[in-house]
């Protein structure tokens, strides 16, 4: 079928409306109406070809939440009607390890939501800035959310899950301490879970104005990290770090923030690479300087259930489709508390 879209036929090209197809259901296929997707910075450096291997057209979008429109024959999962998500993943091999443990993040041959190779029309995927998808039962997920949170529920699809996950992996609950640096679309959510969890939790910002937009949103202390004797306080104190810049930055002050045996996990994916920290920084207290990518079908579904039951979405800015390009423009100036997010409705309209 021909369906309407947003996005971008080359690097240098803002993004505007398209005209592209998607497969129909076949038997373990399910057809989602699209009503609202994400916008992720991830969305902006595949469109620029920021990132090396940009397909085009390039339709963006990996925050998907809608309803399902019609089922293959063999679905057992789904029903029309229900209210689902789709994040970044739509296949995988199905058979290696990673598969069989959960974690098709992780599997070599992971399909993303878009720009990943596909056989459908035009050979690779094509994401969440559209009016409809269709994607295989296993990498559908259920929304428990009250339907009016739909929007703002959207964006737990990859921030809520990249954060989610490394928390999870971590061990993170009461009598831990958590540093969530960067309060951005990653770093808000990340605090929100945390301190779901029960950790005491710290933010870290460059921006004095955040200090009181982070207490609000769960953190139990707030670092202004250009401030030496406000990251002092927390010398050798935190069992966990949650990076969730997406810019190149000297991680060496943070891995001294960490007690004996604790771990940084990098979340946020800059175009270049960090500095390399120094190796003793390290090795003299044992820390570990880790990296986590979004999560696995049954963790995320976890993720969603977990919200749902603590009342948990992102922050959001709903913006029209045609508003797409200006969205992005303040992205880059961090202009957004804290996700933009798509009315797909609007891409008809």
């Not at 990996?62 to 029903?79: D, L, M, N, P, S």
Request: proline content about 4%; overall charge negative; some cysteine.
């Amino acid at each position: 079928m021909t369906i309407k879209a947003f996005g971008a036929v080359a690097a240098d090209q803002p993004l505007g409306p398209l005209n592209i197809s998607r497969r129909a259901p076949s038997a373990h296929d399910i057809q989602i109406a699209i009503d609202f997707c994400g916008v992720c910075h991830s969305d902006l450096h595949t469109v620029r070809s920021e990132w090396a291997g940009t397909l085009y057209p390039c339709v963006p979008g990996h925050e998907i939440v809608g309803r399902v429109t019609a089922v293959g024959e063999h679905v057992t999962k789904f029903k029309i009607g229900d209210l689902v998500g789709v994040g970044c993943i739509v296949d995988s091999c199905k058979q290696c390890a990673d598969c069989d443990d959960n974690l098709e993040n992780y599997c070599d041959h992971m399909i993303g939501t878009y720009n990943a190779p596909t056989t459908d029309a035009p050979g690779h995927t094509l994401g969440g800035y559209a009016e409809q998808i269709v994607v295989h039962e296993r990498y559908v997920l259920r929304i428990r959310h009250p339907q009016t949170q739909l929007a703002a529920v959207a964006p737990l699809l990859c921030a809520g899950i990249t954060t989610y996950s490394p928390l999870r992996h971590w061990n993170v609950g009461p009598g831990k301490k958590v540093g969530i640096v960067g309060i951005g679309g990653l770093g808000h959510m990340g605090i929100k879970l945390a301190h779901a969890m029960g950790a005491y939790v710290v933010a870290f910002t460059t921006s004095e104005s955040k200090r009181d937009a982070a207490k609000a949103l769960g953190a139990d202390d707030v670092v202004i990290s250009k401030n030496a004797d406000e990251v002092a306080k927390h010398a050798q104190s935190f069992d966990l770090i949650v990076n969730t810049v997406a810019a190149p930055h000297d991680l060496d002050a943070l891995l001294s923030l960490l007690k004996r045996d604790g771990t940084m996990t990098l979340v946020g994916a800059p175009a270049t690479n960090h500095p390399s920290p120094d190796v003793f920084n390290l090795i003299m207290k044992r820390r570990t300087l880790a990296g986590s990518m979004i999560g696995g079908i049954l963790e995320t579904q976890e993720m969603l259930d977990f919200c749902a039951k603590n009342n948990i979405v992102s922050d959001i800015e709903l913006i029209r489709a045609d508003e797409i390009n200006t969205a992005y423009e303040r992205m880059l100036k961090g202009d957004v508390k804290y996700r933009f997010v798509i009315d797909n409705a609007t891409l008809t309209r």
